[in-house]
T-cell receptor, first 114, second 112 residues
Framework: DTGVSQNPRHKITKRGQNVTFRCDPI?????LYWYRQTLGQGPEFLTY????????KSRLLSDRFSAERPKGSFSTLEIQRTEQGDSAMYLC????????????FGQGTRLTVV | SQQGEEDPQALSIQEGENATMNCSYK?????LQWYRQNSGRGLVHLIL?????REKHSGRLRVTLDTSKKSSSLLITASRAADTASYFC????????????FGGGTRVLVKP
């Protein structure tokens, strides 16, 4: 286990289609986070899981977005009825739940909605 | 929403020079972390400084934290062309599951 893994790395989809991204965190990490990053900006928090429980969702996460972490290991982020404004880099991170702990990021999934 | 500002937004220096960038934030924090991002890639963790620490070093990196001014700085000494990247500060709060709130980043170009 060398780090956080995200698949796919790139996704091009037509407006209105559904897309799903996968994140495999570092195995001993019980926290998993999703962020979105648009060009020239810093990442923005979307949601996070402690084990399988989704504990917080940002207002950025509209009802077209859903995230799951069914067994407390990998997570999926689904976007339904994609819009051009959903085009962004989707980043996953994981960490332990110790107070002073780093979060480690995957390489991201670049979504382009055409 | 972004936690704060990074200054400058962009920085161009010659190889061998030092690069300094600053980060300000708005609310109380648990830790402050610095990350590097190469174009189109994920974020690489550089250093974490706790709210009760004032300075931390890691190799050619030096980070300071002033909680009274709600600001931090990252110094990269003896820069190399490979240091060309965007640098982000991010703060977290224990009560918020340690989720990170990022600044807008400083884009650093190190010319050989």
């Amino acid at each position: 286990d060398t780090g956080v893994s995200q698949n796919p790395r790139h996704k091009i989809t037509k407006r209105g289609q559904n897309v799903t991204f996968r994140c495999d965190p570092i195995s001993e990490h019980n926290r998993l986070y999703w962020y979105r990053q648009t060009l020239g900006q810093g990442p923005e928090f979307l949601t996070y899981f402690q084990n399988e429980a989704q504990l917080e969702k940002s207002r950025l996460l509209s009802d077209r977005f859903s995230a799951e972490r069914p067994k407390g290991s990998f997570s999926t982020l689904e976007i339904q009825r994609t819009e051009q404004g959903d085009s962004a880099m989707y980043l996953c991170a994981s960490s332990s739940d110790r107070a002073d702990t780093e979060a480690f990021f995957g390489q991201g999934t670049r979504l382009t909605v055409v | 929403s972004q936690q704060g500002e990074e200054d400058p937004q962009a920085l161009s220096i010659q190889e061998g020079e030092n690069a300094t960038m600053n980060c300000s934030y708005k609310t109380s924090i648990n830790n402050l972390q610095w990350y590097r991002q190469n174009s189109g890639r994920g974020l690489v963790h550089l250093i974490l400084i706790r709210s009760n620490e004032r300075e931390k070093h890691s190799g050619r990196l030096r980070v300071t934290l002033d909680t009274s001014k709600k600001s931090s700085s990252l110094l990269i000494t003896a820069s190399r062309a490979a240091d060309t990247a965007s640098y982000f500060c991010a703060t977290d709060k224990k009560a918020a599951g340690n989720k990170l709130t990022f600044g807008g980043g400083t884009r650093v170009l190190v010319k050989p």
